[in-house]
T-cell receptor
């Protein structure tokens, strides 16, 4: 499609439950990025993919967070055993190719609320 | 860490030009300046980017000083819908892959009727 599509828009989970978020990048884009926005203006990079391959995972919490981008499927971000501090808006972005001259285009995010 | 400094907030009258400044005094020769904005709780929207020359597109103009230590984003005729948080981001050129974006706190622009 012409836009990055993220589902669901809102997700509510009890503490300790699993949460799974999905992202369909713009058609033809080979790079996918995940960001977490906890407070209104603060973004944290989590992970990036080049097609199905992890490109940069330096921002991923090692223990409970995992992500995948499989062929012919939306990318996913999964959080096991959620904690209250995981409450945030999670944004996915895609770009056409590698290279710093290619802008990233963002979806509208998934708002995750942990109760 | 973000490599940019922006004022936390600005106001602009509807129909007037909005000039948003950004300092990036430690920028290197291979680093691009990107501008994004976030309206309400939507995803960040790409506006424009540049390396050293001034750039213009249908949304805005980007003026980069000759020493590249600062830049200004210009919205030529601001509307109420331009009210948003504007982020100036310095992005490193990375061979063979696409770099993450490092967001600072941005400038909250309020366009007033």
């Amino acid at each position: 499609g012409e836009e990055v599509a993220q589902t669901p828009k809102h997700l509510v989970r009890g503490e300790g439950q699993k949460a799974k978020l999905y992202c369909a990048p713009i058609k033809g884009h080979s790079y996918v990025f995940w960001y977490q926005q906890v407070l209104k203006n603060e973004f944290k990079f989590l992970i990036s993919f080049q097609n199905e391959n992890v490109f940069d995972e330096t921002g991923m919490p090692k223990e409970r967070f995992s992500a995948k981008c499989l062929p012919n499927s939306p990318c996913s971000l999964e959080i096991q055993a959620t904690k209250l501090e995981d409450s945030a808006v999670y944004f996915c972005a895609s770009s056409q190719s590698g290279g710093v001259n290619q802008p990233q285009h963002f979806g509208d995010g998934t708002r995750l609320s942990i109760l | 860490d973000a490599k940019t400094t922006q004022p936390p907030s600005m106001d602009c009258a509807e129909g007037r030009a909005a000039n948003l400044p950004c300092n990036h005094s430690t920028i290197s020769g291979n680093e691009y300046v990107y501008w994004y904005r976030q309206i309400h709780s939507q995803g960040p929207q790409y506006i424009i980017h540049g390396l050293k020359n001034n750039e213009t597109n249908e949304m805005a103009s980007l003026i980069i000083t000759e020493d590249r230590k600062s830049s200004t984003l210009i919205l030529p005729h601001a509307t109420l819908r331009d009210t948003a948080v504007y982020y100036c981001i310095v992005r490193v050129r990375h061979q063979g892959g696409s770099e993450k974006l490092v967001f600072g706190k941005g400038t909250k622009l309020t366009v007033n009727p």
